[in-house]
Structure formats: C-alpha cells, structure tokens
C-alpha cells in the first residue's frame, strides 16, 4: 500500500524487508532496534513508534510526517541522521535511519555524566549544524 523512499530510491517496503537483531533503546512513543535490511544487508536504526501509545499521549499522524519532513530537510547537514525509509501500518510508524555507533546523547547522559571535553564537542556539533541558515528548514 505504501511506497516510500528505499534505499535504492522508491520502492514498496515493510517491515518484513527487515531482519530486527537487538532492541537499541526506547522512548516514550516506541523502540529503536538494530535491523538489517534484507534486499543490501544494510545495518539500520529501525524506530518503531506505536500509534496506540502516541494517541493516548495526544500526539498526531501529522507530528510523524513532521519528524520525517524536519529528517529529510537536514539530511545535506554534517552531522544530521539520514533518513533512510519510512512507512506506516494499522498499528506503528516505522523509521529507518543509518546505523550510527555509541547510541544517542540522550542515552549517553543518562548513562554517565559527561566531561567537559565532550560537552563541548557536543555543544560544537549542535552550533555547527545550525550554523547554515540557507540549508535549514526552521
């Protein structure tokens, strides 16, 4: 029913197009796994989002489609996650973005704290990467 941005450009795809290895982390709407993808043996970050939990905290269709706009507005960003494919069915969202090693800042905080070093670094990327007016769509 759905044709999305693949890998290879437009194409149908689902959720049995992946193999999901290891849950990577959760959030308040979803989970994020490890996946591959079955057609390139690509590793991903498969973000499952469940609709049921997303109504009940008053959260819209329209706030997916905006994640996926605001993704796909930075991917030319240094820096910024790419936003492989997405596509959705009765029950869940699904977003796949590339793999990237060492989790997500949030997770990393909470973890451990940081020092001062990668505070900085962090703080550098984030100016860094909306240090581009001409290329960001806010």
């Not at 999305?4 to 994020?32: C, M, P, Q, S, W």
């Not at 507005?73 to 969202?93: I, T, Y």
Request: aromatic fraction near 8%; charged fraction near 25%.
């Amino acid at each position: 029913n759905f044709v999305h941005l693949g890998f290879e450009g437009y194409r149908r795809i689902a959720l049995t197009d992946f193999d999901v290895l290891k849950l990577l982390g959760t959030g308040n709407l979803g989970e994020v796994y490890l996946a591959r993808d079955r057609a390139s043996s690509t590793l991903v970050a498969l973000k499952v989002v469940s609709k049921d939990i997303m109504a009940a905290l008053h959260f819209a269709d329209d706030d997916m489609v905006m994640e996926q706009r605001v993704m796909r507005a930075l991917e030319d960003m240094p820096g910024a996650l790419h936003l492989l494919a997405s596509w959705h069915d009765s029950a869940h969202w699904y977003l796949t973005t590339e793999c990237v090693p060492g989790g997500d800042l949030r997770a990393r905080i909470q973890r451990d704290a940081l020092r001062p070093e990668h505070v900085r670094f962090f703080v550098a990327q984030i100016v860094s990467m909306f240090s581009l007016p001409d290329q960001c769509c806010c």
